[in-house]
């Protein structure tokens, strides 16, 4: 098999574990009481329920085959075709809430196919570097710590919307800076276990993860399911295939005329992203939050 075909493949199968992994935990984040909210969100109380647990694990498979596909390929290949497990989580979360599937999520589908279909085709993605220098590393935690700090602390001050979108946010960034750890921790792994363990990006690859995943859960159960997920689900591949570019030098291979080819494609798969986002979580039973 190609190795782009296996990454394709990877990608997709990793889309599709995480759309089921997202439905779970995302229904079962919107069942937790504001009381039984810690200090961390409600991961506290999440980590006690088995149903959640399926959804992580599941994720945690779809991460790996995300992984396996950073290992042979790059961000601005991967990260489009992760954007199609929107696909996979409407008819799942159409299915768990009763309802159909309306004619105009079925259009934004299809333009959700066809522009990721030419970003990929059309754009050729071109790997860069493996790992990003640590001068890069430098750059992105000051833009990126204040970023997150400032969403954090906006969101405590916040409720509804607004809160959801603030988290979401967040953690959807920290997601898209996690791929980038992680495709420097896959080649870390081919080279042997003292580089891997030596290493500060695997480290660091750890509490990137475990705070998006925090975000990730507090934004779902800030009571805004249609503002959170769409935040989440854009920011993540914006930040990684910026990052892609600027910090591991990966490019699309087209000229010109080509090049407002894909801007117009980059901006239907961001409007059709969002759309399909709020369209999943509109049958979604949130919990309501305090005034």
Not at 104 to 116: F, N, P, Q, R
Request: aromatic share 6%; proline share 5%; net charge neutral.
């Amino acid at each position: 098999m190609p190795q782009t075909l296996l990454v394709v493949v990877l990608a997709l199968g990793a889309a599709l574990c995480i759309a089921i992994g997202t439905v779970v935990r995302q229904r079962t984040a919107a069942e937790v009481p504001l009381e039984d909210v810690g200090v961390l969100g409600p991961i506290t109380t999440l980590v006690k329920r088995p149903v959640w647990w399926v959804g992580t694990v599941v994720g945690i498979g779809g991460y790996a085959l995300q992984a396996a596909a950073l290992g042979l390929g790059s961000l601005l290949l991967v990260q489009p075709l992760l954007v199609l497990s929107l696909l996979f989580a409407l008819p799942l979360g159409a299915r768990f809430s009763h309802r159909a599937i309306s004619g105009a999520e079925w259009l934004w589908a299809a333009i959700l196919t066809a522009s990721v279909a030419i970003l990929v085709v059309v754009g050729d993605p071109k790997p860069g570097i493996e790992r990003a220098e640590a001068r890069h590393w430098v750059v992105i935690c000051l833009v990126g710590i204040p970023f997150v700090a400032l969403c954090v602390f906006a969101a405590q001050r916040s409720t509804g919307s607004r809160r959801a979108v603030l988290l979401g946010s967040a953690g959807g960034a920290l997601f898209g800076v996690a791929a980038v750890l992680t495709k420097g921790v896959v080649h870390l792994v081919s080279r042997g276990a003292v580089p891997l363990l030596t290493s500060i990006e695997l480290y660091a690859l750890i509490v990137v993860a475990v705070c998006a995943i925090s975000l990730q859960q507090s934004a779902f159960q800030a009571g805004a399911l249609q503002a959170s997920l769409p935040a989440t689900t854009v920011m993540e591949p914006v930040v990684a295939s910026a990052l892609g570019f600027l910090v591991l030098g990966e490019y699309l291979d087209a000229d010109r005329d080509v090049a407002v080819v894909l801007v117009v494609a980059l901006s239907a798969m961001i409007a059709a992203t969002v759309a399909l986002a709020r369209s999943s979580a509109q049958g979604e039973t949130s919990v309501p939050v305090g005034p």
